[in-house]
């Protein structure tokens, strides 16, 4: 559902089957894609777009400027709860509509016509047209979502009508996704590939050996070990960065978690360079500050490179044990408890697979040597481990973040005060007034960036997560069946343009 997804791979299906205004399939441009054409005012702040006027929704229904309109106005809808409901923020007036301060009507979206929006900005937006690219902002058919339900909308096959290159035509849950290519889309021409069955698989060696076995034609690699062994079986491997920064979210209203020191002890209190090499074995970088080198600053170089030359590693890769064990004491003495009556009562959420398990025992195990800390650890499938941090119901849980756009707001303005996916359940007024400060500067970019390294710093003194890893993401394919044509941009992976052998 584009209005309720928050995950990567939910986000990866949404662009095969629903065309923005804008896309984005490789060397991280986005490209005009349901508007054939696009007027921007002198100041960048109106965006007029021209629709296609051969766009087509999968039931016959012609793609209109108030499918995107009603789509947004659902996003700004609080009874629809969209986590990123943020994301239209840019958009004049959207973040007051959404609080209840202000009417539809005076919201920076009009529909001029059916193939012209008119979209109002709140102020020039560098980056404007990858927000226009991002999963959220697809457009949504009014009557079809009216007449099935918001309920049932795109909880089944049945319940799905959109525009891109393929139809989503079976879901069988916890096992298979099938979308089947869109002959009336109008780059239909363009696509080789009639029928994409994305399978379910949790386990990366049972995903290897399907690879190898036929079943299927491309998978990604999560651990160095898998890598190896699929080079060792004659495939090639590409590997590249993806943006993605991974860490444990912290809930700081947790009544020994509130406590900084406690968070600061248990940051410090294991070796991320160790974790990369035992468990993942991979290219897997320590991470040490939030936002991923993959984001670039206001020069087009890498913010994070420009953030370590100014501060040095916010976050160290071998971690700091005997400051660690220093936190931890001043955490007990500030708590009024001993480490015995602290031990037990702190848990690890991770997801269900091997590697996250693994990954998961590993902080158990350096905080057990380190600080002499027992902890537990909970495996769950990944739309639990959400739901329980959505609802506060948790100690850490093992999670990560994939860049929306290229800019480091997509990674910072994630922990402003309330924020739809701050999980923390942290705020500062002082990091939200350098956020907003961030986000009103569209002049002085080197002032701007000014205001991120205060909000990295800032995170690195609170330690509302726990850093762990930027990913080095790895996958190999059946090269007898694709040619080339596998469009993974930085931040996303598509397979619409694929390139078969005959």
């Not at 054939?36 to 100041?43: C, F, L, P, R, Y």
């Amino acid at each position: 559902n584009s209005l309720l997804s928050t995950y990567a791979n939910e986000f990866t299906i949404l662009r095969h089957i629903y065309e923005n205004l804008y896309v984005l399939y490789e060397n991280n441009v986005p490209q005009l894609g349901a508007a054939e054409s696009v007027d921007i005012s002198d100041d960048e702040t109106v965006y007029t777009f021209h629709l296609r006027e051969d766009g087509v929704w999968t039931n016959g229904d012609p793609v209109t400027a108030n499918d995107f309109a009603f789509a947004w106005q659902q996003a700004l809808n609080p009874d629809v709860a969209s986590d990123y409901a943020y994301m239209l923020f840019f958009i004049k007036n959207a973040e007051p509509y959404l609080n209840g301060e202000c009417e539809w009507e005076d919201v920076g979206i009009k529909v001029i016509d059916d193939l012209t929006l008119e979209v109002t900005l709140e102020r020039a937006v560098p980056y404007a047209p990858h927000m226009f690219t991002f999963g959220t902002l697809a457009p949504i058919n009014q009557s079809f979502y009216e007449t099935v339900g918001a309920d049932n909308y795109n909880t089944e096959a049945e319940y799905f009508c959109t525009n891109g290159p393929f139809a989503l035509t079976e879901w069988s849950h916890n096992s298979q996704i099938v979308l089947q290519k869109n002959d009336a889309f109008h780059g239909a021409g363009d696509i080789q590939v009639e029928q994409l069955t994305m399978k379910i698989i949790t386990d990366g060696q049972a995903a290897l050996t399907s690879l190898m076995s036929g079943e299927l034609d491309y998978t990604d690699l999560t651990t160095g070990e898998l890598v190896t062994q699929a080079e060792a079986s004659g495939y090639d491997v590409t590997s590249y960065s993806d943006g993605a920064s991974f860490y444990m979210m912290v809930n700081c209203e947790n009544q020994y978690l509130s406590n900084v020191n406690l968070r600061r002890a248990l940051a410090l209190g294991f070796d991320k360079q160790a974790l990369i090499d035992t468990v993942f074995q991979n290219e897997n970088m320590p991470m040490t500050s939030f936002t991923a080198p993959a984001v670039d600053g206001y020069d087009a170089t890498s913010f994070q490179e420009a953030l370590n030359a100014k501060d040095g590693d916010l976050y160290p890769a071998n971690g700091d044990v005997t400051q660690a064990q220093e936190y931890l004491n001043t955490a007990l003495e500030e708590l009024g408890i001993t480490l015995d009556e602290l031990n037990g009562q702190l848990s690890i959420d991770c997801g269900d697979s091997s590697s996250f398990q693994a990954e998961a025992a590993f902080y158990q195990e350096q905080w057990r040597q380190n600080l002499g800390l027992e902890v537990t650890i909970n495996p769950m499938i990944t739309k639990q481990g959400a739901d329980n941090r959505q609802n506060g119901n948790y100690c850490l849980s093992i999670t990560g973040w994939s860049p929306d756009y290229n800019d480091p707001m997509t990674f910072l303005d994630m922990w402003v005060t309330d924020g739809g996916n701050n999980d923390t359940r942290w705020g500062s007024e002082e990091y939200d007034a350098l956020i907003d400060s961030a986000t009103n500067e569209t002049e002085d970019l080197a002032a701007r960036q000014e205001y991120f390294y205060q909000a990295e710093e800032i995170l690195a003194d609170q330690y509302i997560i726990l850093p762990s890893y930027w990913r080095s993401a790895s996958y190999t394919y059946n090269t007898n069946k694709i040619l080339g044509g596998l469009r993974n941009t930085t931040f996303q992976t598509n397979f619409t343009y694929v390139e078969l052998a005959a």
